[in-house]
């Protein structure tokens, strides 16, 4: 398992830009690692298909968000491929309970994840 503890975004309803929220923590299972290890080789071999997510249980990842923030109804990690570097990337989202506004993390490279 990995622990990240990144910078965080907020981007509510009808926003033009998100703001900062400063920072987001959460763990990454062995069974999570696995998916993206998958969909990044799908990916990196399909140039129909950028981007696809994980959906994920948000008991499983340990997650510690932003004062600001507090607690979000789901969460699904966002799994990409740079088509020029064919590495894959991923990043945490979700919608904030309180307004339903869009959180997410700074990209991370799946190599990360070891």
């Not at 959906?55 to 507090?70: Q, R």
Request: negative net charge.
């Amino acid at each position: 398992m990995n622990t990240f503890t990144i910078e965080s975004w907020c981007r509510p309803a009808g926003a033009e830009k998100s703001t900062p929220m400063g920072l987001i923590s959460f763990r990454v299972g062995e069974d999570y690692r696995l998916q993206m290890e998958s969909i990044e080789d799908r990916l990196a071999a399909n140039d129909d298909e950028t981007q696809a997510d994980i959906k994920v249980n948000l008991s499983s990842l340990e997650l510690k968000t932003p004062e600001d923030c507090g607690a979000l109804t789901d969460a699904s990690f966002h799994v990409f491929v740079h088509k020029h570097e064919h590495r894959g990337h991923f990043f945490l989202k979700g919608h904030r309970a309180t307004d339903d506004a869009l959180i997410y993390s700074n990209a991370v490279l799946v190599d990360e994840l070891g």
